[in-house]
């Protein structure tokens, strides 16, 4: 083996290792994308909380459907039903990825795909992708989601940009499933 090949190889076990931990032997485990979506699935249904109160408006009942559609291929997800503010988001896998697209009663669509290393089950970070139909630098959106399904309660956080920048807004709400 020549010195440069073995240089080659070495440099490259370092890179490899710089990307662990420090003390671990093996990549940090990874959310399955379709087991997300199998997740995702399972929500079917509809579940009710209250929505904080925000932006002048008080806290007020909210109610969330979720629809497994499209021959199971995807979870259409109807926040606000029936309100001026009503909005939807479509769940699909994009290869092994679960990907999340935000119909915004703004009329922004913010994409967003499943975070697998900051995932696990029961818990889902969606991060921003790319922006369908508004500026991310200037125009105030949807940035990130984050969903945890734990002993039967539901929590969405969704938090947001404004100014290409994190704002301090996020909206939460908590969620159990009607009639149980």
Same mark, same amino acid.
């Given at each position: ?12 076990a370092v890179a490899v290792a710089a990307q662990l931990p420090i003390g671990a032997s093996s &990549?940090? *485990? ?6 997300? #979506? ?14 904080? *109160? ?16 499209? $021959?199971?291929?995807?979870? *259409?997800?109807?926040?606000?039903? $029936?309100? &001026? ?17 935000? #119909? ?9 795909k499943l975070d697998r290393t900051a995932s696990k089950d029961g818990d889902l970070d969606?991060? #921003? ?17 984050? #969903? ?33």
């Amino acid at each position: 083996m020549s010195k440069k090949t073995l240089l080659w190889l070495c440099l490259g076990a370092v890179a490899v290792a710089a990307q662990l931990p420090i003390g671990a032997s093996s &990549p940090p *485990a990874t959310m399955d994308g379709k087991a997300a #979506f199998e997740q995702m699935k399972s929500l079917a249904g509809t579940w009710e909380g209250t929505a904080p *109160a925000m932006e002048g408006h008080p806290a007020a009942p909210v109610e969330v459907r979720y629809a497994v559609t499209s $021959g199971g291929n995807a979870v *259409a997800e109807t926040l606000f039903a $029936g309100t &001026p503010h009503e909005m939807l988001s479509v769940y699909t896998l994009r290869g092994d990825d679960l990907v999340l697209t935000h #119909f915004c009663a703004s009329g922004h669509h913010p994409e967003m795909k499943l975070d697998r290393t900051a995932s696990k089950d029961g818990d889902l970070d969606f991060v #921003f992708t790319r922006a369908l139909n508004f500026d991310p630098a200037t125009d105030e959106h949807i940035h990130g989601a984050h #969903f945890t399904l734990k002993d039967g309660r539901l929590t969405h956080v969704w938090s947001s940009y404004k100014g290409g920048k994190p704002s301090p807004d996020k909206l939460m709400v908590a969620l159990t499933r009607a009639g149980g």
